[in-house]
């Protein structure tokens, strides 16, 4: 089972050549129950500008929601029954969002990396420049 999101057509294609059970999450967000359930269940998603698109981050809350209201309940005395695919499932989404927010700390970090290197070659171009352009006293 395959979810995608795309605004030019292209994620549809990449995910149709992946998988044939393909879902839009736009239309299954219109959707009153969102439970699925599958032996491999995977996203394809732009990124626009080092983020995931609004829609493609709440559908991944939903998701995260959901699983959190079977826990909250089987903590609170309702029977659930065990299932290995549920907490399997718990934690890939766990790790999705962790890597998600690890990959934009590290983005951040290399833009600010890459703004102070520049800075320092701009400071170093115009010690360079200023030895030429000097007037010797």
Same mark, same amino acid.
């Given at each position: 089972? =395959?979810? *995608?999101?795309? /605004?030019?057509?292209?994620?549809?294609?990449? /995910?149709?050549?992946?998988?044939?059970?393909?879902?839009?999450?736009?239309?299954?967000?219109?959707?009153?129950? =969102?439970?699925?359930?599958?032996?491999?269940?995977?996203?394809?998603?732009?990124?626009?500008?080092?983020?995931?698109?609004?829609?493609?981050?709440?559908?991944?809350?939903?998701?995260?929601?959901?699983?959190?209201?079977?826990?909250?309940?089987?903590?609170?005395?309702?029977?659930?029954? *065990?299932?290995?695919?549920?907490?399997?499932?718990?934690?890939?989404?766990?790790?999705? *969002?962790?890597?998600?927010? =690890?990959?934009?700390?590290?983005?951040?970090?290399?833009?600010? =990396?890459?703004?102070?290197?520049?800075?320092?070659?701009?400071?170093?171009?115009?010690?360079?420049?200023?030895?030429?352009?000097?007037?010797?006293?």
């Amino acid at each position: 089972m =395959l979810f *995608y999101f795309t /605004a030019t057509g292209n994620c549809l294609y990449v /995910a149709r050549k992946l998988e044939n059970q393909i879902l839009s999450i736009p239309q299954e967000l219109k959707k009153e129950n =969102l439970h699925y359930k599958d032996e491999k269940i995977g996203i394809v998603t732009p990124v626009y500008a080092g983020e995931l698109p609004q829609i493609v981050r709440k559908f991944i809350e939903q998701a995260h929601l959901y699983q959190t209201q079977v826990i909250q309940r089987e903590a609170a005395g309702e029977p659930c029954s *065990y299932s290995m695919l549920f907490t399997h499932a718990q934690d890939t989404l766990m790790t999705i *969002y962790s890597e998600y927010h =690890l990959a934009i700390k590290m983005s951040e970090m290399y833009q600010r =990396l890459n703004d102070k290197i520049k800075t320092c070659k701009d400071e170093e171009d115009a010690k360079n420049r200023s030895r030429y352009f000097t007037i010797p006293g």
